[in-house]
């Protein structure tokens, strides 16, 4: 492709072996429609093949390649270059996460918060179908629409990143936990209202929000968490005053009568060895 001009990446690298920063610059070819991504994978493969950096799916979809972008929290995949209308761009790894190597940084206590709101339906009548589903629970597209915004969430953290409170606060569940709470709760299917108001009812959870509004502004997908973690705190004042009462989650639909008693399809053997051990333990130790 044509190169359309030149810009200098000037890359913030975390060095694990020194436990310091390094900031390193690299001038770059860029050609129309180039992505902050491309430009980083340029790096690599012609400049500096240990520039480590994470990416997946190059379309905006898994939410891996995230890091600051002159500042702010992005997808490197789904910013393009020209589109920063800047010479010099500079490249930092995500804020409020543990550093691993230059732009890479641990996210497990962004899964962990995750974990804690229980991000899976809740059913009081917990039973063979629950665990071994054989249809749908009913839901009409009404019901979807409750929630339906805050499902295109990527766990990307770029919301986590761009929180101060979530910086300041190592025990804040942060706003993607928040919003994920509160999409479960508005979901017809689940009956975990008051389980998961308990759990984000604390300085460290809805109420530890301080409207900087950063995580929607930040979210790729217009999620808004923002918005999220107020209709949570709604629920909660709902709740204390009396208001809020236990809707039983919807029912399944009818079976279909061509299914119906056909031989259950077993899902595909797992082909690495102890995989199937390990996702045992997994299941135990947080569903159960």
């Known amino acids: 492709m044509e190169t359309v001009k030149k810009v200098t990446f000037r890359i913030k690298r ?15 070819p860029v050609f129309r429609g180039m992505t902050v991504l491309e430009g980083l994978i340029y790096i690599k493969e012609n400049l500096d093949s240990s520039l480590a950096f994470r990416r997946s799916c190059r379309m905006a979809t898994c939410g891996i390649c995230g890091i600051i972008i002159n500042g702010k929290p992005m997808l490197a995949c789904a910013t393009q270059i020209l589109h920063l209308n800047s010479d010099t761009i500079t490249l930092e790894p995500l804020k409020n996460l543990p550093l691993v190597k230059d732009l890479v940084v641990d996210h497990t206590p962004f899964f962990e918060k995750q974990r804690l709101i229980k991000p899976y339906i809740i059913r009081q009548d917990e039973g063979e179908e629950y665990w071994n589903p054989t249809r749908e629970y009913k839901q009409t597209p009404e019901e979807v629409e409750e929630y339906l915004q805050f499902s295109y969430c990527l766990t990307c953290a ?8 979530s910086g ?4 804040y569940l942060g706003p993607q936990a928040l919003m994920n709470a509160y999409r479960f709760i508005a979901d017809s299917r689940d009956e975990g209202v008051f389980i998961r108001l308990d ?11 301080h409207l900087a509004g950063s995580c929607s502004d930040a979210c ?6 923002a918005l999220a973690i107020q209709l949570l705190r709604k629920k909660v004042i ?24 056909a031989k259950r ?24």
């Open 14 to 28: 975390w060095i694990p072996e020194e436990g310091k920063f390094r900031i390193d610059a690299f001038e770059i």
């Open 158 to 165: 770029l919301c986590y990143a761009a929180c101060p409170t």
């Open 168 to 171: 300041t606060n190592k025990n």
């Open 199 to 209: 759990i984000v009812d604390s300085p460290d959870g809805c109420w530890g929000c």
């Open 220 to 225: 790729p997908k217009g999620v808004d968490p």
């Open 238 to 261: 709902e709740r204390d005053l009396g208001y809020l009462k236990t809707v039983k989650g919807t029912s399944l639909v009818s079976p279909l009568p061509h299914i119906e008693g």
């Open 265 to 288: 399809v077993e899902p595909p053997k797992f082909t690495i060895r102890g995989a199937k051990k390990k996702a045992q333990e997994i299941l135990e130790k947080y569903f159960k």
